[in-house]
């Protein structure tokens, strides 16, 4: 089955940098690759997803990457506030299968006032 | 508003008393799923439904029980809990066959303890 690997696990950065964290997964066949934000004692929320079709799509703040050929892809928040720490979790899946998504195992991300 | 329902959001249980966690969801999903949440160990899912009466194993299912019965429910039950079931769970809902316009939708989580 897919495994997806997620780094780092903790990740600290100063409000209004950059934040960036890179999955990698292990089935080529993946490709719907969603990134999912969990705030504290709530449920994940998806904030941004990418199909294998394309390299990148933007949201705003957040942009995912995808590199089919490394099989990586990367969530990218710029200008970080506060309120984006979180757990982050990144996940793939083969798109008409079952449904069934393979998640990575979450990051911390702590933006610093 | 569209959702779903997990109840109880906290249960302190002991080793061996059967107990039902209720997860409901208003968005006439056909797929649920349930997933436990460990610290180290993400999200791992325990059992999925892709439909009415349609049940299958996840990746942790030892020690779980589910029905779907009704299209809007789906109650995971822990005939005789034991402490490694002590974790979050979550349960989750989307439109079965559909990725891109239908995302997962998670409840807001039920924190179980048993001693």
């Known amino acids: 089955g897919e495994n997806v690997e997620q780094h780092p696990s903790t990740l600290s950065v100063q409000e209004g940098d950059s934040a960036v964290i890179k999955c990698t997964y292990s089935d080529s066949a993946s490709n719907y690759f969603p990134w999912y934000k969990q705030e504290l004692g709530k449920g994940p929320q998806l904030i941004i997803d990418?199909?294998?079709?394309?390299g990148e799509k933007k949201d705003q703040r957040i942009a995912v990457t995808l590199n089919k050929t490394a099989k990586h892809f990367s969530l990218h928040i710029t200008e970080t506030q506060p309120e984006d720490s979180a757990v982050y979790f990144c996940a793939a899946r083969k798109e008409w299968g079952n449904n069934r998504l393979a998640f990575g195992k979450g990051n911390q991300v702590v933006v610093i006032p | 508003e569209a959702q779903v329902t997990q109840n109880p959001r906290y249960l302190i249980t002991v080793t061996g008393k059967k107990l039902t966690v209720t997860c409901s969801q208003n968005m006439n999903h056909e797929y649920m799923s349930w997933y436990r949440q460990d610290p180290g160990l993400g999200l791992r899912q325990i059992y999925y439904?892709?439909?009415?009466?349609?049940?299958d194993k996840g990746d942790v299912p030892e020690g779980y029980k589910v029905s779907r019965k009704e299209k809007r429910n789906f109650p995971l039950i822990l005939e005789s809990p034991s402490p490694n079931q002590t974790s979050l769970y979550f349960c989750?809902?989307?439109?079965?066959?559909?990725?891109?316009?239908?995302?997962?939708?998670f409840g807001n989580g039920t924190r179980l303890t048993v001693t």
């Open positions: 990418i199909r294998s079709n394309v």
């Open positions: 439904s892709m439909n009415v009466e349609v049940t």
């Open positions: 989750a809902s989307t439109r079965r066959g559909s990725s891109y316009n239908s995302p997962l939708h």
